[in-house]
């Protein structure tokens, strides 16, 4: 089946700092790239859409000045949380999916845990 | 917010019972899917069903759809300690990509 990896696996920083997180497909070619947000215990909440090429789509309530999106290539998606704080901290999981199929076939990365101090 | 329902929120049962977890959403769809959580972990796709089907088996797993109540349930039979997780429907709409998620089943198998 289709792999998508996250890099890095969690990660911790101190307020103020910015963080990057990728998300890659690693055997086939992403045309459109998810991220989500979950917090503990919580479901998964769609923060914006990413078409490679094109700028992304951000769901209401999400500040796309503060969560930087890149979709630069066809397997490579990037997160950048800029200027974090503590309530950023979260579980940020990226899904892909290929251009065709019969159905919405979304494949899920294992997940970023963000800890901002 | 299009955010489904799941009930119920947490559900424990002894290893070998059947577990039955239900999803509701608010609009019509196109597909419905269930994805299963281990803790802290990524989502893991275990079965699609169609919005013109009714029921959907796989291994251990059967999925029903009804969508004049606008509801789904998944049953997961002769459960095993390996089942513990958390489960959630997403539903994706006609002309949208989009998956919306709903807000999932805990699930505790105690062996």
């Known amino acids: 089946g289709a792999v998508v990896s996250q890099h890095p696996s969690w990660v911790i920083c101190k307020s103020g700092t910015s963080v990057k997180i990728e998300c890659r497909s690693l055997?086939?070619?992403?045309?459109?790239m998810f991220w989500y947000r979950q917090f503990p215990k919580q479901s998964l909440m769609l923060m914006a859409t990413?078409?490679?090429?094109?700028?992304?789509?951000?769901e209401q309530g999400v500040e796309k000045d503060k969560f930087l999106i890149n979709h630069a290539s066809l397997t490579l998606s990037t997160l950048t949380v800029t200027s974090a704080h503590p309530e950023d901290s979260s579980f940020y999981i990226c899904s892909a999916k290929s251009w065709g199929g019969f159905y919405n076939e979304q494949f899920f990365g294992p997940g970023t845990r963000l800890t901002v101090l | 917010s299009q955010q489904g329902e799941e009930d119920p929120q947490a559900l424990s049962i002894q290893e070998g019972e059947n577990a039955t977890m239900n999803c509701s959403y608010k609009t019509s769809i196109n597909n419905l899917q269930w994805y299963r959580q281990n803790s802290g972990r990524g989502l893991v796709h275990l079965i699609l069903i169609r919005s013109n089907e009714r029921e959907k088996h796989s291994g251990r797993l059967r999925v029903t759809l009804d969508t004049s109540k606008k509801s789904s349930s998944l049953l997961i039979t002769a459960s095993r300690a390996a089942d513990t997780a958390s489960y959630f429907c997403a539903t994706d709409h006609f002309g949208n990509e989009k998956l919306t998620f709903g807000t999932g089943t805990r699930l505790t198998i105690i062996p």
């Open positions: 055997d086939f070619q992403a045309t459109t």
């Open positions: 990413s078409n490679e090429g094109s700028k992304a789509t951000y």
